[in-house]
Antibody
Framework: QLQLQESGPGLVKPSETLSLTCAVSGGSITKNNYFWGWIRQPPGRGLEWIANIHYSGSAYYSPSLKSRVTISVDMSKNQFSLTLTSVTAADTAVYYC????????????WGRGTLVTVSS | QSALTQPASVSGSPGQSITISCTGTSDDIGYYNYVSWYQQQPGKAPKLMIYDVTKRPSGISNRFSGSKSGNTAALAISGLQAEDEADYYCSSYTTDSTLVFGGGTKLTVL
């Protein structure tokens, strides 16, 4: 049973860069042709897809965030990461990492989520 | 890339059936059969309930079912139970090779 765990700073200053990591346990990140994704949820609001990546490096990004976002995979550490530059208060959210099935853009497994607050 | 449209809230009594709609466009729901539904309890991560419009992951009750007609998908819950009270989100793959979520629907079990 694959498990995902987000980690990163809970507080980031405006204009700085937000960096999060998702550690995958219980199986290899290269398993079964899965894609791995990041989704966020501002407090009291709905879900927003950010990006997906395959261990081969193939990646897809939300058009609204593409200019500020990078998603990457580290197979040696069995983890994948998210970088979001030039953050503002609007980027304050719970950030979830998740596993996509590889063929249907559905997220079968999710991490618990980590709250990132953008504030000076 | 606009969010899919869901009703803000729906409600029903225990034992009743409810339906939550999710309206998109011919570039997402209307083009692909890649519609998913998620249930989110307060303070918890979302949980996949339906994928590929009509399929249920292992362990999901058959009280949950999905359908699609044109640019609109729907999640039906039969035999409503108190534990079904949660927020529900739809999502769809798009012709831009991206994913879009609905705004979410709060289900209240009266």
């Amino acid at each position: 049973q694959l498990q995902l765990q987000e980690s990163g700073p809970g507080l980031v200053k405006p204009s700085e860069t937000l960096s999060l990591t998702c550690a995958v346990s219980g199986g290899s990140i290269t398993k079964n042709n899965y894609f791995w994704g990041w989704i966020r949820q501002p407090p009291g609001r709905g879900l927003e897809w950010i990006a997906n990546i395959h261990y081969s490096g193939s990646a897809y990004y939300s058009p609204s965030l593409k200019s500020r976002v990078t998603i990457s995979v580290d197979m040696s550490k069995n983890q994948f990461s998210l970088t979001l530059t030039s953050v503002t208060a609007a980027d304050t959210a719970v950030y979830y990492c998740a596993r996509e099935g590889g063929d249907s853009w559905s997220f079968y497994g999710w991490g618990r989520g980590t709250l990132v607050t953008v504030s000076s | 890339q606009s969010a899919l449209t869901q009703p803000a809230s729906v409600s029903g009594s225990p034992g009743q059936s409810i339906t939550i709609s999710c309206t998109g466009t011919s570039d997402d729901i209307g083009y692909y059969n890649y519609v998913s539904w998620y249930q989110q309890q307060p303070g918890k991560a979302p949980k996949l309930m339906i994928y590929d419009v009509t399929k249920r992951p292992s362990g999901i009750s058959n009280r949950f079912s999905g359908s699609k007609s044109g640019n609109t998908a729907a999640l039906a819950i039969s035999g409503l139970q108190a534990e079904d009270e949660a927020d529900y989100y739809c999502s769809s793959y798009t012709t831009d090779s991206t994913l879009v979520f609905g705004g979410g629907t709060k289900l209240t079990v009266l």
